[in-house]
T-cell receptor, first 114, second 115 residues
């Protein structure tokens, strides 16, 4: 089955630690995205990538970093510089290259900082 | 910048009643608009999208939405609510830039369905 996988589903982190969230897709999509979801705030774009080895900051990139070394993978690192990292993180992908294309979402990772 | 506003963070209806979830958009160009649904602790699933082909868009699970340019609205409706429709619904607008296609989401509407 084609789709997007995110791991782990739940993640706990101590303050001051960096943590990396995994996102893999086998849809052969060029574009990939990371969103943060907080109650009552909808989804906010952290980073996005339209092609391998290239990525752009979204609306709330501070305290996060990404890489796009392979087409199917777009890992997100939450660094210790992120002041309030507890949230639900969603990865998405699309065919890219066009306006108005559907984004497909993974099941999400819930990060809790202890 | 494009934006969407969803009126009503919580909506409650009885099973079998009409569902109406409101979305208004702001866009300087003809927009691409989407409705997504999210069940608890899951990702988002596309319900329907507007791409200017027709103003009345039919989606999955009996939902539909009508694009009204004069009102800058894209409200989501379903004639008869089912218990399984209880979820959170997000309206989104697509913005194309040289760096790629971006979605801007509304803050969401949580739909409760009463037996």
């Amino acid at each position: 089955d084609g789709g997007i996988t995110q791991s782990p589903k739940y993640l706990f982190r101590k303050e001051g630690q960096n943590v990396t969230l995994s996102c893999e897709q086998n849809l052969n999509h060029d574009a990939m995205y990371w969103y943060r979801q907080d109650p009552g705030q909808g989804l906010r774009l952290i980073y996005y990538s339209q092609i391998v080895n290239d990525f752009q900051k979204g609306d709330i990139a501070e305290g996060y970093s990404v890489s796009r070394e392979k087409k199917e993978s777009f890992p997100l690192t939450v660094t210790s510089a992120q002041k309030n990292p507890t949230a639900f993180y969603l990865c998405a992908s699309s065919i890219g290259g066009l306006a108005g294309v559907e984004q497909f979402f993974g099941p999400g990772t819930r990060l809790t900082v202890l | 910048a494009q934006s969407v506003t969803q009126l009503g963070s919580h909506v409650s209806v009885s099973e079998g009643a009409l569902v109406l979830l409101r979305c208004n958009y702001s866009s300087s160009v003809p927009p691409y608009l989407f409705w997504y649904v999210q069940y608890p602790n899951q990702g988002l699933q596309l319900l329907l999208k507007y791409t200017s082909a027709a103003t009345l868009v039919k989606g999955i699970n009996g939902f539909e939405a009508e694009f009204k340019k004069s009102e800058t609205s894209f409200h989501l409706t379903k004639p008869s609510a089912h218990m399984s429709d209880a979820a959170e619904y997000f309206c989104a607008v697509s913005e194309w830039k040289s760096s790629g296609d971006k979605l801007t989401f509304g803050t969401g509407t949580r739909l409760a369905v009463r037996p």
